[in-house]
């Protein structure tokens, strides 16, 4: 009887060391591993935080979330999380509370990153919140106005064109048929034939014989072209030589400037006595060509009076 009863003691305190290892571990995974300080956080969503979150500083955990409640704020609601942190945790007054995930797949928590400010907050003080990015509720947001847009642009746009597209072949197909073949059959067709005919007759042109006319007549535009250049040469050289000349004469007129000077004068002087003596000589010259012609005319009619000659008859005389 007596074993029975060291069993039966056994058993119960072997069950109370686990009841109790039960209950530590519980309380250790709450969080609570002790007297707390409370802090005030406000967020606009609180996606997976609840009750027991844990609370992180720098990635340590410092605390949990105790309750979660919702405040209506300027139209809109907000939910105030109150944070559990072991009590005594030195918190600058700047620093933020940041809802993190550690990864895609990890749980929600609150992870204050410490501030530059030197001054601890007070228990009871409202930490600056700043809420995560869900990279899921954003690709689903992407997916749902992507998936909208095909519903109610993309897809009706589509539609429009491929009609569109539809009539556009229609009018192709139409125009065409009554437009364009007829006119290709009219005018381009006719168009092709003379210029089939044109590249025979150029063909002929280009024939062997005909090729070698023209290297001939290239060779010799390249003879001439040589020419050409020792021409224009020559002609820079007599170029040279006329300014040369030129300044020749320049320095000979300006040597002897005052006797040209006077050659003028003498000139000028000349030219003005005929000029006065113009009528008396011009009066002479018809006189000379009134007798010369006589003469001509006697000697035409009586060449003999060039080897005997005759006097003139007396008009006085009788005959």
């Not at 072997?14 to 571990?25: D, T």
């Not at 519903?151 to 491929?162: A, F, Q």
Request: proline letters at 4%.
């Amino acid at each position: 009887m007596r074993r029975d009863t060291i069993n039966y003691l056994t058993v119960g305190v072997f069950v109370l060391v686990l009841f109790v290892l039960l209950m530590g571990m519980l309380y250790q995974i709450t969080g609570r591993t002790g007297p707390t300080d409370d802090y005030f956080v406000k967020y606009g969503n609180v996606d997976g935080i609840k009750y027991g979150t844990p609370v992180l500083y720098e990635g340590y955990q410092i605390g949990q979330v105790e309750e979660v409640v919702p405040v209506r704020e300027g139209g809109g609601t907000q939910f105030e999380l109150t944070l559990a942190v072991k009590e005594g945790w030195q918190i600058p007054d700047d620093s933020i509370a940041k809802v993190s995930k550690s990864g895609l797949l990890s749980a929600v928590a609150i992870d204050i990153q410490e501030g530059q400010s030197g001054t601890p907050m007070a228990p009871g003080g409202e930490l600056r919140g700043q809420e995560s990015f869900d990279i899921f509720s954003a690709v689903g947001d992407v997916a749902a106005d992507f998936k909208s847009l095909s519903r109610e642009s993309i897809r009706p746009l589509l539609d429009n064109l491929n009609k569109q597209v539809d009539g556009l072949a229609a009018d192709l197909r139409s125009i065409t048929q009554g437009s364009l073949k007829p006119i290709l059959d009219k005018q381009v067709t006719p168009l092709l034939d003379k210029l089939d005919d044109s590249a025979e007759g150029l063909r002929n042109v280009l024939s062997d014989e005909n090729q070698e006319h023209v290297d001939t007549i290239l060779a010799n535009l390249t003879a001439s072209s040589s020419d050409v250049q020792t021409l224009i040469a020559e002609i820079g050289e007599t170029r040279k030589s006329l300014d040369k000349l030129l300044a020749d004469t320049d320095r000979l007129v300006a040597s002897n400037e005052e006797d040209i000077r006077e050659v003028v004068m003498d000139l000028k002087k000349s030219l003005y006595a005929v000029s006065q003596h113009i009528d008396a000589v011009a009066h002479n010259l018809e006189g000379s060509s009134r007798n010369m012609q006589e003469f001509t005319r006697q000697i035409r009619e009586n060449p003999g009076l060039l080897l005997r000659g005759s006097s003139p008859p007396d008009e006085g005389a009788s005959p």
